[in-house]
Nanobody, 123 residues
């Protein structure tokens, strides 16, 4: 049985940092690309970052500005999302997902999803 379990969410003030973790089981982790997505209240799920099985990251505007970074530790079957300089608009449920083929921005390309972890950023 495949399981993805996120952790590390919580309540943080604007400008603070959090590191999310996602531990995978039931898959050969090193062969999967991993992605992070988030869903704010009342909004659609959106792509945050992804990392290929080779460790190459696929980003978005925030990652390009250096606020968010993704990494993976294949020995621990874990993918991380480091978030810096958090803003209230970063509030939402953060999900990790696994894709056998490639690091995609499209969530529909992912095979497995975790239940999510809540991140709340206060102003």
């Amino acid at each position: 049985q495949v399981r993805l379990v996120e952790s590390g969410g919580g309540l943080v003030q604007a400008g603070g940092s959090l590191r999310l973790s996602c531990v995978a089981s039931g898959i050969t982790f090193s062969t999967y690309a991993m992605g992070w997505f988030r869903q704010a209240p009342g909004k659609e799920r959106e792509f945050v970052l992804a990392i290929s099985r080779f460790g190459i990251s696929v980003g978005n505007a925030d990652s390009e500005k250096g606020r968010f970074t993704i990494s993976r530790d294949n020995a621990k079957n874990t993918v991380y999302l480091q978030m810096e300089k958090l803003k209230p608009e970063d509030t939402g449920v953060y999900y990790c997902a696994a894709n056998l083929f490639a690091a995609e921005r499209d969530g529909s390309a992912y095979d497995y999803w975790g239940p999510g972890t809540q991140v709340t950023v206060t102003s």
